[in-house]
């Protein structure tokens, strides 16, 4: 299993409508989620920063990655939620959430 921390701005006027759409997620998101080896999913939110940690418990993290985004509704939910996010300029090149370094657990 590998853990995965990750970053992004919330734009100021969509803090309502992003928490409004987290609050019910597409039963059909929540599958497709699942089905590319993702739990222990979570959103934070703290003065317009967005903070996701999940892990992930395949074999090719690419490879569900892309499975992800062929998905319909995924690119739909996207199309829906994206605009109201900001990427970091620290972002790695190709990413839209800034990807985090681990630097401490616990079990």
């Not at 992004?8 to 409004?20: G, N, Q, R, T, V």
């Not at 892990?55 to 395949?58: A, D, K, S, W």
């Not at 569900?64 to 995924?74: G, K, L, N």
């Not at 790695?92 to 990413?95: I, K, L, N, T």
């Given at each position: 299993?590998?853990?995965y921390?990750?970053m992004?701005?919330?734009?100021?006027?969509?803090?309502?409508?992003?928490?409004?759409h987290?609050?019910s997620?597409w039963?059909?998101?929540l599958?497709?989620?699942r089905?590319c080896?993702?739990s222990?999913?979570s959103?934070?939110?703290k003065?317009?920063?967005?903070?996701?940690?999940f892990?992930?418990?395949?074999q090719?993290f690419?490879?569900?990655?892309?499975?992800?985004?062929?998905?319909?509704?995924?690119?739909e939910?996207?199309?829906?939620?994206?605009?109201?996010?900001?990427?970091?300029?620290s972002r790695?090149?190709?990413?839209w959430?800034?990807?985090?370094?681990e630097?401490?657990?616990?079990?």
């Open positions: 299993m590998q853990r921390g990750m992004i701005h919330l734009k100021p006027d969509a803090e309502e409508a992003y928490k409004l987290h609050h997620v039963p059909e998101i599958k497709v989620i089905e080896n993702i222990n999913y959103i934070f939110i003065d317009g920063i967005l903070f996701s940690y892990e992930y418990h395949g090719d690419a490879v569900d990655m892309a499975r992800m985004a062929a998905d319909p509704t995924t690119r939910w996207w199309a829906l939620v994206g605009p109201m996010q900001q990427p970091l300029a790695a090149e190709g990413e959430w800034a990807a985090m370094e630097v401490f657990h616990q079990d």
